[in-house]
């Protein structure tokens, strides 16, 4: 299955649509339906967009989980909770609806970045300061990564 990779920069338009890049949409047009899940991220301040069929892998693996437990009651909560189910029109954008675009902070210059299974929708503000490089310790990292074969 292709992953979605690669990050776009765009604008919201006055609507609140957003344009989801062409590699994007060559991948959802090619192995999934146009229908796509809208949702907060659980912690950073950014939505994903989930194809059906992502977004259907994603609810399988909750529905199996201990429901009792305090995490993913939170994650529940906060992801779960807030998808909205979205249709990609002809012209290649999403409306995102205006709840979401104001917890996200979605508004003008934005982010669109492939994460493989999903999409990562960003304040292009809140972008840049995530992916700053200032202050990271780079040998830990490269450790954690090589330890994951990476």
């Known amino acids: 299955m292709p992953a979605f990779s690669g990050k776009y920069y765009y604008t919201v338009d006055p609507k609140g649509r957003i344009i989801i890049p ?8 090619a192995h999934y339906n146009t ?3 809208v949702t907060n991220a659980l912690f950073d301040h950014c939505l994903h ?6 977004w259907n892998r994603l609810e399988e693996k909750v529905r199996d989980l201990p429901k009792m437990d305090k995490d993913i009651k939170l994650f529940k909560r ?5 998808a909205t189910e979205c249709e990609l029109d002809k012209q290649g954008r999403v409306l995102v609806p205006a709840a979401l675009r104001e917890d996200a ?8 970045v492939g994460q493989i299974e999903k999409i990562e929708l960003w304040n292009r503000k809140d972008w ?10 780079q040998e830990s990292v490269e450790e954690k ?3 994951y074969g990476l």
């Open 22 to 29: 062409s590699p994007f949409r060559k991948i959802i047009s």
């Open 78 to 82: 906060r992801v779960i909770a807030s």
């Open 145 to 147: 990564l090589s330890n």
């Open 49 to 54: 967009i989930y194809p059906q069929e992502e």
């Open 35 to 37: 229908k796509l899940y």
């Open 128 to 137: 840049d300061a995530v992916t700053e490089l200032e202050g990271i310790d």
């Open 105 to 112: 902070g979605i508004n003008g210059d934005i982010a669109i």
